[in-house]
């Protein structure tokens, strides 16, 4: 039969690198070079609504669903010699998904999913915390993934 599905997803990436940077003063002299700590992390809260329906005769679910999409990008560095900043962007974006899953029952409203699903959503239209838009970065959420998990049917 089918049915009525809502999930929420929550993903995070982060990198940190150093590198060296070559300042100058305010009359354009040289003021050496200096070292920069950067530690950036991508956040993206997904919500997924939409339909399903299982397989006649198998524990194969289908699935299509509209997602809404919030991401948040955070930058915080330390300047050798210097301070440190912080820095934070958002933007939100809606996209489309479907996903094929195989149940493994293990109870009685139990099972063990292993799922495919295939998403397209981009993130963009980015602003930082003073409302400055930055119209150039997407953040692309576009692709295959695979999911292992268990679900609960209410019954």
């Given at each position: 039969?089918?049915?009525?599905?809502?999930?929420?997803?929550?993903?995070t990436?982060s990198?940190?690198?150093?590198?060296?940077?070559y300042?100058r003063?305010?009359a354009n002299?040289?003021?050496?070079?200096f070292?920069?700590?950067?530690?950036?992390?991508?956040?993206v809260y997904a919500?997924v609504i939409g339909?399903g329906?299982?397989?006649?005769?198998?524990?194969?679910d289908v699935?299509v669903g509209?997602?809404?999409g919030?991401g948040?990008i955070?930058?915080?560095?330390?300047?050798?010699?210097?301070g440190?900043?912080?820095?934070?962007?958002?933007?939100?974006?809606?996209?489309l998904?479907?996903r094929?899953?195989?149940?493994?029952?293990?109870a009685q409203n139990?099972?063990l999913?292993l799922?495919?699903?295939?998403?397209m959503l981009r993130?963009?239209?980015?602003?930082?915390d003073?409302?400055r838009q930055?119209?150039?970065f997407?953040?692309?959420?576009?692709?295959v993934?695979?999911g292992?998990g268990?679900v609960y049917t209410?019954?």
């Open positions: 039969a089918p049915y009525f599905l809502v999930r929420l997803e929550a993903m990436v990198r940190s690198f150093d590198y060296n940077a300042g003063s305010a002299v040289s003021t050496g070079s070292t920069t700590t950067n530690v950036t992390r991508w956040t919500l339909v329906s299982t397989i006649p005769k198998t524990p194969i699935e509209a997602v809404y919030i948040d955070t930058e915080n560095g330390k300047i050798q010699g210097g440190s900043y912080k820095s934070t962007s958002s933007g939100n974006a809606f996209g998904q479907g094929v899953a195989p149940r493994f029952k293990i139990t099972s999913s799922e495919v699903a295939y998403r993130i963009r239209d980015y602003s930082d003073f409302g930055d119209k150039f997407e953040f692309h959420l576009d692709g993934t695979l292992f268990v209410f019954n």
